[in-house]
């Protein structure tokens, strides 16, 4: 799959182009990374083809999408993608089985739309409305809409970014098996470290419209980061002088630890402030957050 | 009471059925095309639309009368070729309340696509389906209170317009002549009872009208809630 796009997009810090040239192995599981407003969604958008590139070139599967050079822009419908939005997927109007029923082409055989039901393990909700669905319900419906299509990607705009943590383990695990059962070219957009590395075989950070790493998860989140210390963040509660050094009390999440710190150290913290605390093999130690590096 | 009272009420409401059918099926897709536009004509056309609220109606009916009249370039065409006169005539009264009327469908419903979110129509799009299907199956089933809203109010609009009616279409009895004209007609003549006759029905009806239409917002915003 070959994409090539050039657009003008508003980030942050006001406008600027989004220019991406980069080719994906079929049936591949891509991870888009990068912060908010560094055009993660627009790709996708430019890919579905509900959003016009300035210039650009998209081919999937040897099929041309896009061609600005040669006037060839394939409307949405043309395209055969699965676009899963992060919410308000489903219609409303329609109960599950109509919301799947919707997808079907003309002529189409119902016979994909029994067999998603059964992969995705919705036979019990197939008669009710989308509001009485949780939201992990509804995603896994659209994820099941978008596939009746049988597309040729699949785009994934956080889909699980409104879901708690366990429904979003079991939604991964769905995804996973639809992967492997169709081998179809994934793009997922996920600021999830832990999601990434169980779903993904590749990772392509965005900053500011342009990709800044491609690579397997390992080769981007592992390297320059490992290290025998681990981090923690947390604020500083109280400091005691005893003896000759401080005890400062720090709060982690719902913890609250004491650490020893040297008169230096404590030098110029202050209560309320946000600190980091290193462990390496020898002793716990504390840093102000000012004085850390950002890795 | 007697027949023309009845003639009269019915045209009236006739009149106000015939223009909410051509107003819905001229609304859609023009409520469609303004929520969706980026062209930067879009101020310019929606204030022709909303110039009926702010106009008064005789202005509206002078300049639909000389459009109109066979002396018009318009008028003349309209009655050499299709041999259709719109002055004094149902029909032209038809087309004077559709431009009269035409805020009254077009908000709601404009407003109704644009509140609905656009996943819904992104999604059917990338489902591979057409714009045409996309309204009818998918955004209109979840704007029903929007599209009600504007037939109710188009409808009891119509039936309460009085100038455009005037000027355009006279007070001809079974062919023009509606009831709030006739209400008028009843008091120059000082028959105050039968101006009341239907001075109440449409006093009625107006209320009924709007009690229905916060009656539906009511409920869809509860059904919205879910």
Same mark, same amino acid.
Do not use: C
């Given at each position: 799959?070959?994409?090539?796009?050039?657009?003008?997009?508003?980030?942050?810090?006001?406008?600027?182009?989004?220019?991406?040239?980069?080719?994906?192995?079929?049936?591949?599981?891509?991870?888009?990374?990068?912060?908010?407003?560094?055009?993660?969604?627009?790709?996708?958008?430019?890919?579905?083809?509900?959003?016009?590139?300035?210039?650009?070139?998209? /081919?999937?599967?040897?099929?041309?999408?896009?061609?600005?050079?040669?006037?060839?822009?394939?409307?949405? /419908?043309?395209?055969?993608?699965?676009?899963?939005? /992060?919410?308000?997927?489903?219609?409303?109007?329609?109960?599950?089985?109509?919301?799947?029923?919707?997808?079907?082409?003309?002529?189409?055989?119902?016979?994909?739309?029994?067999?998603?039901?059964?992969?995705?393990?919705?036979?019990?909700?197939?008669?009710?409305?989308?509001?009485?669905?949780?939201?992990?319900?509804?995603?896994?419906?659209?994820?099941?809409?978008?596939?009746?299509?049988?597309?040729?990607?699949?785009?994934?705009?956080?889909?699980?970014?409104?879901?708690?943590?366990?429904?979003?383990?079991?939604?991964?695990?769905?995804?996973?098996?639809?992967?492997?059962?169709?081998?179809?070219?994934?793009?997922?957009?996920?600021?999830?470290?832990?999601?990434?590395?169980?779903?993904?075989?590749?990772?392509?950070?965005?900053?500011?419209?342009?990709?800044? /790493?491609?690579?397997?998860?390992?080769?981007?989140?592992?390297?320059?980061?490992?290290?025998?210390?681990?981090?923690?963040?947390?604020?500083?509660?109280?400091?005691?002088?005893?003896?000759?050094?401080?005890?400062?009390?720090?709060?982690?999440?719902?913890?609250?630890?004491?650490?020893?710190?040297?008169?230096?150290?404590?030098?110029?913290?202050?209560?309320?402030?946000?600190?980091?605390?290193?462990?390496?093999?020898?002793?716990?130690?504390?840093?102000?957050?000012?004085?850390?590096?950002?890795? | 009471?007697?027949?023309?009272?009845?003639?009269?009420?019915?045209?009236?409401?006739?009149?106000?059925?015939?223009?909410?059918?051509?107003?819905? $099926?001229?609304? $859609?897709?023009?409520?469609?095309?303004?929520?969706?536009?980026?062209?930067? %004509?879009? !101020?310019?056309?929606?204030?022709?639309?909303?110039?009926?609220?702010?106009?008064?109606?005789?202005?509206?009916? @002078?300049?639909?009368?000389?459009?109109?009249?066979?002396?018009?370039?318009?008028?003349?065409?309209?009655?050499?070729?299709?041999? #259709?006169?719109?002055? %004094?005539?149902?029909?032209?009264?038809?087309?004077?309340?559709?431009?009269?009327?035409?805020?009254?469908?077009?908000?709601?419903?404009?407003?109704? %696509?644009?509140?609905?979110?656009?996943?819904?129509?992104?999604?059917?799009?990338?489902?591979?389906?057409?714009?045409?299907?996309? $309204? @009818?199956?998918?955004?209109?089933?979840?704007?029903? !209170?929007?599209?009600?809203?504007?037939?109710?109010?188009?409808?009891?609009?119509?039936?309460?317009?009085?100038?455009?009616?005037?000027?355009?279409?006279?007070?001809?009895?079974?062919?023009?002549?509606?009831?709030?004209?006739?209400?008028?007609?009843?008091?120059?003549?000082?028959?105050?009872?039968?101006?009341?006759?239907?001075?109440?029905?449409?006093? #009625?009806?107006?209320?009924?009208?709007?009690?229905?239409?916060?009656?539906?917002?009511?409920?869809?915003?509860?059904?919205?809630?879910?």
């Amino acid at each position: 799959m070959i994409i090539k796009l050039k657009k003008e997009l508003n980030f942050a810090e006001g406008t600027g182009m989004l220019d991406i040239d980069t080719q994906i192995e079929e049936g591949s599981f891509v991870a888009i990374s990068g912060v908010s407003g560094s055009g993660k969604t627009s790709l996708l958008r430019l890919i579905t083809g509900l959003e016009k590139p300035k210039e650009g070139y998209i /081919q999937i599967n040897g099929e041309t999408w896009l061609d600005t050079n040669n006037k060839i822009n394939l409307p949405p /419908q043309k395209r055969r993608v699965g676009y899963v939005f /992060q919410k308000y997927t489903l219609f409303p109007n329609m109960t599950v089985r109509q919301n799947l029923n919707y997808a079907l082409e003309k002529h189409q055989s119902s016979n994909i739309i029994e067999e998603l039901i059964e992969q995705m393990g919705l036979s019990n909700l197939v008669n009710e409305y989308p509001y009485k669905l949780s939201g992990g319900q509804q995603q896994r419906v659209a994820l099941a809409r978008a596939l009746v299509r049988k597309p040729k990607i699949l785009l994934l705009d956080e889909p699980l970014s409104a879901l708690d943590e366990a429904m979003r383990s079991i939604l991964q695990d769905y995804l996973l098996k639809i992967h492997q059962t169709y081998n179809l070219t994934t793009l997922l957009v996920s600021h999830d470290m832990g999601e990434i590395f169980k779903m993904a075989n590749q990772v392509l950070v965005l900053s500011k419209g342009k990709i800044v /790493q491609l690579g397997t998860p390992e080769s981007i989140f592992l390297n320059n980061r490992i290290s025998g210390k681990y981090k923690v963040s947390g604020e500083v509660l109280q400091i005691v002088p005893s003896d000759i050094v401080y005890v400062v009390k720090v709060k982690l999440g719902n913890n609250i630890v004491r650490v020893i710190a040297s008169e230096e150290e404590v030098k110029e913290m202050r209560v309320g402030e946000r600190v980091m605390l290193v462990s390496n093999a020898f002793k716990p130690m504390i840093i102000r957050r000012g004085n850390e590096e950002i890795h | 009471m007697n027949h023309e009272f009845y003639q009269t009420l019915l045209i009236t409401f006739e009149l106000a059925a015939i223009t909410t059918l051509f107003l819905l $099926i001229i609304g $859609i897709p023009l409520g469609f095309y303004l929520s969706n536009t980026k062209t930067k %004509f879009k !101020p310019v056309l929606e204030t022709f639309i909303s110039m009926p609220l702010v106009l008064p109606p005789t202005v509206l009916g @002078f300049y639909l009368l000389l459009t109109f009249s066979p002396e018009s370039t318009l008028g003349a065409w309209l009655l050499a070729t299709f041999d #259709i006169r719109l002055v %004094f005539s149902f029909t032209g009264l038809v087309i004077g309340s559709i431009i009269y009327s035409l805020p009254f469908m077009v908000h709601p419903i404009q407003s109704g %696509f644009e509140n609905l979110p656009r996943s819904y129509s992104e999604a059917s799009y990338t489902l591979g389906k057409s714009k045409l299907q996309t $309204i @009818f199956s998918v955004l209109l089933p979840n704007m029903k !209170p929007s599209v009600l809203t504007g037939v109710v109010l188009s409808f009891a609009h119509t039936v309460g317009e009085f100038g455009v009616v005037l000027m355009l279409g006279g007070n001809i009895p079974g062919e023009t002549k509606v009831a709030s004209i006739a209400i008028y007609d009843e008091v120059e003549n000082l028959n105050y009872a039968a101006a009341n006759n239907y001075a109440l029905i449409l006093f #009625i009806f107006s209320f009924l009208v709007l009690m229905m239409v916060y009656a539906i917002n009511g409920r869809g915003i509860k059904a919205n809630e879910f």
